[in-house]
């Protein structure tokens, strides 16, 4: 029998524990972040049958690490939530490795991550779109797709800039608090402005942030793609299948194998869809013949297509966190960190979804520019009112809260490499954090910038006292030597399969169609595909770009573009406002807070 029969034969069997293989229309693999929304997406056409690959588990309802907002530490490190990486020794960070965390189980990272919604500045894709053959990917193109992804509830009814009636739902963190109006008092006494919505007409500036929190509840990527849909009888989801390998007739990708429910499967499909994240999709090209082949060969891996780029210009962004005390304020959130506490709001959030751990507590920050060349914010800051590090490990005060700065567009350029062919092996993380002169000029300014910010009287009425880094950390060399010993990722792994045309030796991906370059069937949507970082959080690009992908895939006529949206751009004299905007002062909570 030939394979198409045996394909035959077996379509029909496969909730069956022995299926060794059978056929979709798309496979997805990978039911992370970008891989929610094409799944939901492809499946709107209900001849289009799609089976989505997640090599971790189920996002169940009872898993409180997952859906209580400020649990979110908790998954960091546990094998059961994370992929648990780390870079390789990083030369210019004293050697040291940097942890990584990727979420494993249904909406991948979006279900482990920290819930800030940042779109980036349009600029990010002006710079996008300027890349050769990428011009639909600039800030008019890409707006149409934020916002059909968007349920702004903090936005006006009419702002034509945010979404209204989309599946992600973003909540405005109320940033109520005394410490957070305190914070703000204090931003502008530095010379900043405050701004009425980071993801509107003015980035740059101060403001409550939006965040994947719906009614008290994490939002994430599945929670708003996938589940809403998990009755269309054209999609699958399979937890706990790990995508082993792509299978190709030439170059042209007619399936994948994967590991399941013990056993080994095959599943062949028209088109494959890779969106395994900025780690595991360039490690799952490369153990399939896919990428540099002199790193294939050296591992004994058959060059499908010869592809440098794959895994290559991987970018990210370091941060710290410059951590205080308040010595004349009890209003931190520093008093939730103690674990007698825990099961009275744990019981207070279980009945009614409210309470100190209904927030990721990241409600508010901001964006700045370092220094007067900047053409948009280069710094981003996120306010937290409590003095904790992200896996958990609390400062010793009794109040205080820290700054997570660092800046956003270090030209700094890493890799991903497999160390074998087998893809349960790790493969090679380098991110080369610290390297260039730029990237060290611009720590130096961020922790400048962000102690000017508190260098004031509001701050002086709170007492807040610096003890991380603290005062004797004040030359070049020593904030330099700090940032070494103390930066954190900030998670945002990307760009480690670029689009762009087919004439750049290193672009993996064609921006047209989301199509490996060289090979047939094979498609890349995830935050690889990112040519640049963008200037904030990333969670939000990669799912405006998973919006957009799947109109590419799907052979769609893109959303129309809408260049008659302006948005604030620095030192041309444009007004803080847009016209008919509202100003917000940010002293009582937006509607959609909650
Ligand atoms: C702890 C943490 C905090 C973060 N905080 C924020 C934040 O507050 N705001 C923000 O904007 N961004 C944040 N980020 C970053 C952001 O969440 C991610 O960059 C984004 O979600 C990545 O989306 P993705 O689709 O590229 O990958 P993912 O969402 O990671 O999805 C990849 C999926 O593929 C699966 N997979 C991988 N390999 C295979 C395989 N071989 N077979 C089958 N399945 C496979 C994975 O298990 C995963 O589910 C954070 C990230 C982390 C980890």
Known sequence: M????????????????????????????????????????????????????????????????VHMPSAFSFPIGAKNYDWQYESEPEPEMNGRRVYHARGKLLGGSSSINGMIFQRGNPMDYEKWGANPGMEHWDFAHCLPYFKRM???????????????????????????????????????????????????????????????????KRWSAARAYLHPNKDRD?????????????????????????????????????????????????????????GDEELLRKHGIDVVKHLPG????????????????????TDSSQPYLDKWRWPLMGLQWLLTKKGPVATSHFEGGGFVRSNENEAYPNLMFHFLPMAVRYDGQKADVKHGFQWHVGPMFSDTKGHVRIKSADIHDKPEILFNYLKTEQDRREWVEAVRVARSLLDTDAMAEVGAREFNPGPDVQSDEEILEWVRNDGETALHPSCTAKMGTQDDPMAVVDPETMQVWGTEGLYVVDASVFPSVTNGNIYAPTMMVGEKAADLIAGKQPLAPQPEVTWYKAGEGMPLYAEGERVRDHKTSAKGAY
């Open 2 to 65: 030939g394979k198409k029969n045996v394909l035959k034969a077996l379509r029909g069997t496969k909730k069956s524990k022995t299926v060794t293989d059978e056929v979709s229309d798309v496979v997805v693999v990978g039911g992370g972040s970008a891989g929610s929304v094409i799944a939901a997406r492809l499946t709107e056409d209900p001849e289009t049958r799609v089976l989505v690959l997640e090599a971790g588990r189920e996002d169940s309802l009872w898993d409180l690490f």
């Open 150 to 216: 968007e349920t702004a509830a903090a936005a006006d009814d009419n702002d034509p800039r945010r979404g209204h009636d989309g599946p992600l739902y973003l909540s405005r963190g109320p940033a109520t608090s005394p410490l957070f109006q305190a914070l703000f008092k204090s931003v502008q006494e530095a010379g900043f402005d405050l701004t009425n919505d980071v993801n509107g007409y003015r980035q740059e500036g101060f403001a409550p942030f939006d965040r994947n929190i719906k009614y008290g």
């Open 234 to 290: 054209n999609l699958e989801v399979r937890t706990r299948a790990l995508t082993t390998k792509i299978l190709f007739e030439g170059t042209k990708a007619v399936g994948v194998e994967y590991e399941w429910q013990g056993g080994v499967h095959r599943v062949y499909a028209k088109k494959i869809v890779l969106s395994a994240g900025a780690f595991n999709t360039p490690q799952l090209l490369q153990v399939s013949g896919v």
């Open 310 to 329: 794959v895994g290559e210009n991987l970018q990210d962004h370091l941060e710290v966190y410059i951590q205080y005390e308040t010595t004349k304020s």
